[in-house]
């Protein structure tokens, strides 16, 4: 048997073979479209000439930090444009960046930047505060750089915080070099970047993404949200959450304008749709139920269509009628962390539009089919490793396979091992899988609550409650909820003798969590239990129903 | 110094690591819309769902017979179902697709199926005397597979011919699985197509590409292509030059609706415009004459526009406002068969459009930008390898590097290594770059013509003869020259109906070019053309040494 030719003298070299890279998107756009809006953030405008040339400054004082690869940049920022540059910036260096959720708690964060070994971190005036806390926690000693973002609206919430760092961030990035000879990865595998999930159990795990995943998922998004040239995308969704589903890096493929956006308001989500004209957004339910909501004094007319892209639970047909009715396309998207965010897409057909109430509620409720850059979906017996059949009914665990499903956790070879074993990510989702091929979510086994696009893990709240002297069971489940999607809610059992309000209840968890996590209601009553003792979950989901 | 830890238990594995392929596009479009139509031809349809399974059935047909990795399955067949199908049954085999340029001869037919070493060869019957006699010359003994296309057009211009194989494809393809189980390649650097260039000195070289480049192509297109979801793509492009720019993996990305087409005849690509809705085709610049100079009994009505993506020679401004006056939408594309076809791409941009005259014709004469897939594009001095000044007058030799250049030459290391030499992929077509960034050829090295010891691009001179209102299509080349060394000669087919005579155009050239770079003779005949309608300046150099 003669050896195969095409095996022979046919191998990669630096002409036909380079690392699948985000960057390149940019520096493409940048080469193309200098002159091109690439950044809006409240009177800052920057072109994608200034954009990429921020990006390379930026990369150059933290390589003259002596930044390079399998170093770690914490930042903690908002939507803003500091945000934007570190998505490309820290990866021209070769190091990785970990984007910390703003909503955390010192004691969390200071977990991460140990974890982590954050060399540097760049954070947000808004947040410095809770860094700073978190700073006199940890270990790592970073260079700290604070973000004074001159666009800070007037009306803010909430005031700037204290400076914090040794740097100041525009002065950091001035020091840099606007023609800084940035890398290329050494190998389309290395790290790009490192998200920390809320981990039911124990400390969280830091789920690391890839320069391949994050390219691949730049086009997939772009197929999928149906973006074409210029796309104008306003950032609703957080930029800290799955690095904003990867449209940081997409948006570079079809040299579109990002409008970004520090709070999540109706009227600046409206003045940014008519002023910027918007074509895209992502965000949780609670995003659209803040823009169906708007009074009419925030609302602003517009005349494009805008695309809204949102996950987690399917949203409801009032609030897709509610959407249309105010010029939004509402595409469902379903993932995970793990999977650079959504790799799922409920592909709508036309043919569907015709269906009538519960037909077309029940497709609406779907997760979908894979993202065309997933591999592989499918709902598989977890003990057997064989698909379930494709009834609508038999319940079995959605798992992933692909390119764009994480490197694993990082420095935690028990729970990537355990999340990839049998050759499948394993989301932990239960669902089932329907005779033409889309899958649907039936319950999550671990018990997580998604609240506002943010996800509250059940065990950590129930940790908290445990730690009330009062209480001698407790459990905890999400309640449908029509602003955040779900809520936690707390069942509780006090110990004979002992008396506790519900809302000392909810005090005491304010000690010890962030206040997103904090039950909305506590429930007084005895806890079902299973004859050996397990909480029955699914009861307290039936009382939360009901109560 | 501690190790990276990013570099720690985060190893590929089936979970997080798939080769790309286009295969799990088709995969996909079959899965999600297996009813939408995938191949119109003739009277035939077939679904998503049809074509995946007839891919199937061909690739197990094709496993019966001992096909697997590393065989070479060579076609000769027009843009039929058959030819579609096999960019997919072959692939899913791990073997490779060879297809052969239909015009070719015996000869030429006969050192490709050695040199491929082909074990099997699907015909068509229009090109069943063709194949008989290079299979009579071959060493090879491939299995031969007659294909007799049931749509075969009743006002065909040629005959069917014999049946010259053991096995007929329709029978074949029916004694395949349709649920076979396919293989994904074993690495994403595995070869899927062959393609041989026709060199113009020695042997044709076989250019193979990889799972990778064709996924990645897939993407690419879409994006500059324009294409949204199921798009209608009408087979203008012959698919065996450069397995059709990648369009048939391409249209598996949005299922897109293929329409074939045997022969490119004015009324046949009207029809198919008008009563399948066709949203985009491809084709040399002989396509575009073809639409426009159609018979009124030819054309037909119809409401969309449509984009046509053409290669080669920029079209000229008359023949731009022609496609526009007749709903076309112009894209112009460059590359070669060793970058996948088009992989620079004249981005257009929409401030442009208000440019008058020359200001705008110089702008679509230019080639472009690299392709969103192409990691660089460069033109280099390829004695020192630097760029040269990006200035729009310095010429350099356009060079290439990135994921969408073949592995290489089929055995022919030598080849091989030359156009790699220096880590660029050498084009041997000279450019300039211009301040922008975009590139514009100036013409085939082998094509410059050096008189007096002065450069003389031929593609100016070309575009000055342009300039002439009787003139059709032309072509220059160098006639040596006892003074001057070579001298520029003008080969000029005039428009029907127009008469100019050779001192009349040389008195045009000269109001539009320097003396030294006016043709010296004009002789008046018809150009040769390639199939692909390039212009055979070989034919033109022979003709220019006997004249």
């Given at each position: 048997?003669?050896?195969?030719?095409?095996?022979?003298?046919?191998?990669?070299?630096?002409?036909?073979?380079?690392?699948?890279?985000?960057?390149?998107?940019?520096?493409?756009?940048?080469?193309?479209?200098?002159?091109?809006?690439?950044?809006?953030?409240?009177?800052?405008?920057?072109?994608?000439?200034?954009?990429?040339?921020?990006a390379?400054?930026l990369?150059?004082?933290?390589?003259?930090?002596?930044?390079?690869?399998?170093?770690?940049v914490?930042v903690?920022l908002?939507?803003?444009?500091a945000m934007l540059e570190a998505h490309f910036g820290v990866?021209?260096?070769?190091?990785?960046l970990?984007s910390?959720?703003?909503?955390?708690?010192?004691?969390?964060?200071?977990?991460?930047?140990?974890?982590?070994?954050?060399?540097?971190?760049i954070?947000?005036?808004?947040?410095?505060?809770?860094?700073?806390?978190?700073?006199?926690?940890?270990?790592?000693?970073?260079?700290?750089?604070?973000?004074?973002?001159?666009?800070?609206?007037?009306?803010?919430?909430?005031?700037?915080?204290?400076?914090?760092?040794?740097?100041?961030?525009?002065?950091?990035?001035?020091?840099?070099?606007?023609?800084?000879?940035?890398?290329?990865?050494?190998?389309?595998?290395?790290?790009?970047?490192?998200?920390?999930?809320?981990?039911?159990?124990?400390?969280?795990?830091?789920?690391?993404?890839?320069?391949?995943?994050?390219?691949?998922?730049?086009?997939?998004?772009?197929?999928?949200?149906?973006?074409?040239?210029?796309?104008?995308?306003?950032?609703?969704?957080?930029m800290?959450?799955?690095?904003?589903?990867?449209?940081p890096?997409?948006?570079?493929?079809?040299?579109?304008?990002?409008?970004?956006?520090?709070?999540?308001?109706?009227?600046?989500?409206?003045?940014?749709?008519?002023?910027?004209?918007?074509?895209?957004?992502?965000?949780?339910?609670?995003?659209?139920?803040?823009?169906?909501?708007?009074?009419?004094?925030?609302?602003?007319?517009?005349?494009?269509?805008?695309?809204?892209?949102?996950?987690?639970?399917?949203?409801?047909?009032?609030?897709?009628?509610?959407?249309?009715?105010?010029?939004?396309?509402?595409?469902?998207?379903?993932?995970?962390?793990?999977?650079?965010?959504?790799?799922?897409?409920?592909?709508?057909?036309?043919?569907?539009?015709?269906?009538?109430?519960?037909?077309?509620?029940?497709?609406?409720?779907?997760?979908?089919?894979?993202?065309?850059?997933?591999?592989?979906?499918?709902?598989?017996?977890?003990?057997?490793?064989?698909?379930?059949?494709?009834?609508?009914?038999?319940?079995?665990?959605?798992?992933?396979?692909?390119?764009?499903?994480?490197?694993?956790?990082?420095?935690?070879?028990?729970?990537?091992?355990?999340?990839?074993?049998?050759?499948?990510?394993?989301?932990?989702?239960?669902?089932?899988?329907?005779?033409?091929?889309?899958?649907?979510?039936?319950?999550?086994?671990?018990?997580?609550?998604?609240?506002?696009?943010?996800?509250?893990?059940?065990?950590?709240?129930?940790?908290?409650?445990?730690?009330?002297?009062?209480?001698?069971?407790?459990?905890?489940?999400?309640?449908?909820?029509?602003?955040?999607?779900?809520?936690?809610?707390?069942?509780?059992?006090?110990?004979?003798?002992?008396?506790?309000?519900?809302?000392?209840?909810?005090?005491?968890?304010?000690?010890?969590?962030?206040?997103?996590?904090?039950?909305?209601?506590?429930?007084?009553?005895?806890?079902?239990?299973?004859?050996?003792?397990?909480?029955?979950?699914?009861?307290?989901?039936?009382?939360?129903?009901?109560?």
């Amino acid at each position: 048997m003669s050896q195969n030719p095409y095996a022979q003298n046919l191998d990669r070299n630096p002409a036909n073979h380079q690392p699948l890279t985000p960057l390149t998107l940019l520096e493409r756009a940048a080469q193309v479209f200098p002159d091109h809006p690439a950044v809006i953030h409240g009177n800052t405008r920057y072109t994608y000439r200034a954009f990429w040339q921020r990006a390379r400054r930026l990369a150059s004082a933290l390589a003259r930090h002596g930044i390079g690869k399998g170093d770690t940049v914490s930042v903690m920022l908002s939507n803003t444009p500091a945000m934007l540059e570190a998505h490309f910036g820290v990866p021209m260096t070769k190091a990785v960046l970990h984007s910390i959720n703003t909503r955390l708690d010192a004691a969390v964060i200071a977990f991460q930047l140990d974890h982590a070994e954050a060399r540097v971190v760049i954070v947000d005036r808004e947040f410095s505060a809770v860094m700073k806390e978190a700073l006199a926690r940890a270990k790592a000693q970073p260079l700290v750089i604070d973000y004074d973002d001159p666009d800070y609206p007037a009306d803010a919430p909430y005031p700037k915080g204290e400076r914090i760092g040794s740097q100041d961030y525009e002065a950091f990035v001035a020091s840099g070099d606007p023609e800084f000879a940035w890398a290329m990865p050494d190998d389309e595998w290395d790290a790009i970047s490192l998200n920390y999930t809320s981990g039911t159990t124990g400390n969280p795990k830091g789920v690391v993404y890839h320069h391949r995943g994050a390219a691949l998922m730049a086009y997939s998004n772009t197929i999928h949200a149906g973006l074409g040239r210029h796309p104008v995308y306003l950032w609703t969704l957080p930029m800290f959450h799955c690095n904003g589903w990867c449209f940081p890096w997409t948006l570079a493929l079809q040299a579109g304008t990002h409008v970004c956006l520090r709070w999540v308001r109706a009227k600046a989500m409206y003045d940014a749709i008519a002023d910027h004209g918007v074509t895209h957004l992502c965000g949780a339910p609670v995003v659209m139920a803040t823009l169906i909501n708007a009074e009419e004094t925030e609302r602003r007319a517009f005349a494009q269509t805008v695309t809204f892209s949102t996950a987690a639970a399917p949203p409801p047909e009032s609030v897709l009628a509610a959407m249309a009715e105010a010029g939004f396309s509402v595409t469902h998207l379903y993932g995970l962390t793990e999977t650079y965010g959504p790799a799922v897409v409920n592909e709508w057909k036309t043919a569907w539009d015709g269906l009538e109430g519960a037909a077309k509620a029940t497709r609406k409720a779907r997760q979908g089919v894979r993202y065309a850059a997933l591999e592989g979906l499918a709902v598989l017996d977890p003990q057997t490793m064989t698909p379930v059949p494709a009834d609508g009914e038999t319940m079995g665990e959605v798992m992933f396979r692909g390119n764009i499903v994480m490197k694993g956790y990082l420095k935690n070879k028990a729970a990537t091992d355990e999340a990839f074993a049998g050759g499948w990510f394993h989301s932990g989702d239960l669902g089932v899988m329907h005779p033409d091929g889309y899958i649907q979510l039936k319950d999550r086994s671990k018990d997580i609550i998604i609240s506002g696009g943010e996800n509250i893990s059940s065990i950590e709240v129930e940790d908290a409650l445990y730690k009330h002297p009062a209480i001698a069971a407790c459990g905890v489940v999400a309640r449908a909820d029509e602003k955040w999607g779900e809520t936690p809610v707390a069942f509780v059992e006090l110990k004979p003798g002992r008396q506790a309000s519900a809302e000392e209840i909810i005090a005491h968890c304010r000690n010890h969590l962030a206040a997103f996590k904090c039950p909305r209601h506590v429930f007084f009553v005895e806890i079902p239990k299973t004859s050996t003792g397990k909480i029955q979950k699914f009861r307290l989901r039936e009382m939360a129903r009901t109560l």
